[in-house]
């Protein structure tokens, strides 16, 4: 498995309730789901949410502990990797996150929530590469996204592969091998113009 950063921005608008509960698991289509050690995979994502959509996690489950400013849900997704929400001040502003966070790692939801922070404290004038492609993936409806399979190079099977449409015709790509161009065409308006930010 390739190295996958510490914390990741999954997603660069404010989820709904129905998009929330698409990115919980946003790997649902994965050819070895449940077969391996999967933390990796969650740990470290993490996208904002409505207010309406934390409260509704509140509301759900009796928590398994409360923190200050965030909340984790008792229910592990694998491992010892559960969901912890957060209400952030920043900026002046009331803001609500959702993260997946390995409770085995000691300060693992602080981490989380001081990167969320730093993140988010700046302007958002630019997109990292990988913000882009995480975006893309997070986006695209399942019919239109999987693991690449026979078709391509043995090397490549099981990596992320997206339907982008050029040339007359759609092509299934490897989402690392999208180009510019496409990266921008299925990008949202409000975000193919930004500038690409080196990543940390």
Same mark, same amino acid.
């Given at each position: ?5 510490? =914390? ?15 990115? =919980? ?21 993490? =996208? ?19 923190? /200050? ?70 986006? !695209?409806?399942?019919?239109?996204? /999987?693991?690449?399979?026979?078709? =391509?190079?043995?090397?490549?099977? /099981? ?10 015709? !759609? ?30």
């Amino acid at each position: 498995m390739n190295p996958v950063p510490p =914390f990741r921005k999954i997603y660069q608008d404010i989820a709904d309730r129905r998009q929330m509960l698409r990115l =919980f698991d946003r790997h649902a289509q994965r050819p070895d789901r449940w077969q391996n050690d999967e933390s990796a995979l969650f740990a470290g994502e993490w =996208f904002e949410i409505g207010r309406s959509e934390h409260d509704y996690m509140l509301d759900i489950l009796p928590p398994l502990w409360m923190r /200050g400013e965030m909340f984790a849900l008792g229910e592990f997704l694998t491992g010892s990797i559960t969901s912890v929400f957060y209400t952030l001040r920043i900026d002046g502003k009331m803001r609500y996150f959702h993260a997946y966070c390995d409770l085995a790692q000691a300060r693992s939801a602080v981490g989380m929530r001081d990167a969320i922070v730093e993140r988010e404290s700046r302007p958002v004038t630019a997109m990292t590469h990988e913000e882009r492609l995480e975006h893309i993936w997070s986006a !695209t409806h399942d019919e239109y996204r /999987g693991y690449a399979g026979e078709r =391509f190079l043995h090397a490549h099977r /099981g990596k992320r592969s997206v339907l982008v449409y050029g040339g007359g015709h !759609t092509e299934l790509k490897l989402l690392d091998d999208l180009t510019d161009e496409e990266i921008a065409a299925k990008l949202p308006v409000h975000l193919r113009h930004l500038p690409i930010k080196a990543a940390a």
